[in-house]
């Protein structure tokens, strides 16, 4: 009887905890739904108010680029892809640290924090140099571009726009 009694006791348990686990999980995985759907919604705005390089040069006849603008674009993007280059190889090169512990089982807790904090330091620096390059492409472009531009990413097409026509010829 006491048995029995205990074993529905442990049975109840695993199956409120099964329960609660279940509960959190779906908690969680809608939070992570809202959360994507935010960060998606940022990106598009980023990318409309703040466009990357290589869009704007693909687009650069449609935009009405200068050849000013478009050196200024191509010298930004050299120095940035360089960083940006630097940055992904050191962060390899400590992944490679990470699994190399894990291979050679020598890894330990503190090995692991340091190792990811400092990747976690190069990722942010990363999304850092690309925002940055954000901002520079934005001042290379005159409002007009960077208005058309918008429009280039709401038509989905650049051949639905019309290109804008250049008041100066330098920048």
């Keep these: 009887m006491i048995r029995r009694c205990?074993?529905?006791?442990?049975?109840g348990a695993v199956f409120a905890a099964g329960?609660?686990?279940?509960?959190?999980?779906?908690?969680?995985?809608?939070?992570?739904?809202e959360s994507l759907a935010l960060h998606a919604e940022a990106v598009a705005v980023e990318d409309r108010a703040y466009p990357a390089i290589s869009p704007?040069?693909?687009?650069?006849?449609?935009?009405?680029?200068?050849?000013?603008?478009?050196?200024?674009?191509?010298?930004?993007?050299n120095?940035?892809?360089?960083?940006s280059n630097a940055l992904r190889r050191e962060i390899a090169q400590l992944?490679?640290?990470?699994?190399?512990?894990?291979?050679e089982q020598t890894i330990?807790?503190?090995r692991i924090d340091g190792l990811t904090a400092r990747i976690g330091q190069l990722e942010g620096r990363l999304r850092a140099a690309e925002l940055l390059a954000r901002l520079d492409a934005k001042a290379i472009l005159l409002p007009e571009?960077?208005?058309?531009?918008?429009?280039?990413?709401?038509?989905?097409?650049?051949?639905?726009?019309?290109?804008?026509?250049?008041?100066i010829e330098e920048f």
Excluded: I
């Excluded at 205990?6 to 049975?11: C, E, Q």
């Excluded at 992944?95 to 291979?103: P, S, V």
């Design 95 to 103: 992944e490679k640290r990470l699994d190399r512990g894990f291979a």
């Design 19 to 33: 329960a609660a686990f279940a509960t959190k999980f779906s908690q969680s995985a809608g939070d992570a739904a």
């Design 145 to 167: 571009q960077l208005a058309l531009f918008a429009q280039l990413g709401h038509a989905g097409s650049v051949a639905e726009v019309e290109p804008v026509e250049r008041p």
């Design 108 to 110: 330990d807790p503190l």
């Design 6 to 11: 205990l074993a529905l006791l442990v049975a």
């Design 79 to 83: 120095r940035v892809q360089g960083e």
């Design 56 to 77: 704007v040069l693909d687009n650069a006849d449609q935009l009405g680029l200068s050849e000013f603008q478009r050196q200024q674009l191509r010298a930004l993007a």
